[in-house]
């Protein structure tokens, strides 16, 4: 009887919390549509002013041309992005990443080192609450620092020496190199084949935008194969 009674209490507070995550779930997507779309829109209204207010309408050509050549080249990132940063950044996460910027250099980054410093795992409830406060810290940090680096950075960046800017392309392969490292700890089967794959894919005569997304495709296909066979063995 003891038994079931604290089966049931367990249950409850399972439900329970399902049922607040729900709510959080739906203010985020509520409060998500409302500011991206907001941002959208400010986004729009400046070209939208200088064509057809000020009257410096380029033409429809150079526009659809130049839209074109764009989606060429980063188009696919617009499926990818989402979709492979989803488990570590959660729902609210994402609104919040996608809301900010520079989610592959900060936000994930931010998002990761937080989850890991309390011991929680991507894709938890938990985990999606440790990502939302990491970013927003790290986006208030950000604006902060950026508000002084637009208004002196020129001046900042001219005073470094050359040996110093020459780094300034490998910050981000830096990044990710830790943000990589980090999760290959918890699975280092999963890292070999991600770091495989990627070189793989890296070396083959691939077109460049098609690369992050086969390499994406391979490694999460590989990786569920192996789950799905040890799961199999473990229930043989």
Known sequence: MEVSEKFLHTERIKQSETIKMSEFHAKSHFWGRITIWTIIGLTLSLPICLSFVLGYHPGWPPILSGLTAYIA???????????????TLGVSGTY????????????????????????????????EIIATLAIGAASL????????????????VSMLPDSVRAIFPYIVPAIFG???????????????IALTSGLLIYLLPIPSFFKGLCCIVITISLCIFIEKRKHQQSHA
Do not use: H, R
């Open 96 to 127: 919040l990443a996608f809301l900010t910027g520079n989610i592959s250099n900060m936000c994930l980054p931010s998002a990761g080192a937080a989850q890991l410093a309390v011991g929680t795992d991507p894709g938890t409830k938990k985990g």
């Open 178 to 192: 830790g943000i990589f490292a980090q999760f290959a700890i918890k699975k280092p089967l999963y890292g070999c």
């Open 141 to 156: 940090v950000n604006l902060a620092i950026l508000t002084v680096i637009i208004i002196s950075g020129s001046f900042i």
């Open 73 to 87: 080249v980063i188009g696919l990132v617009w499926v990818v992005e989402p979709i492979s940063y989803f488990p």
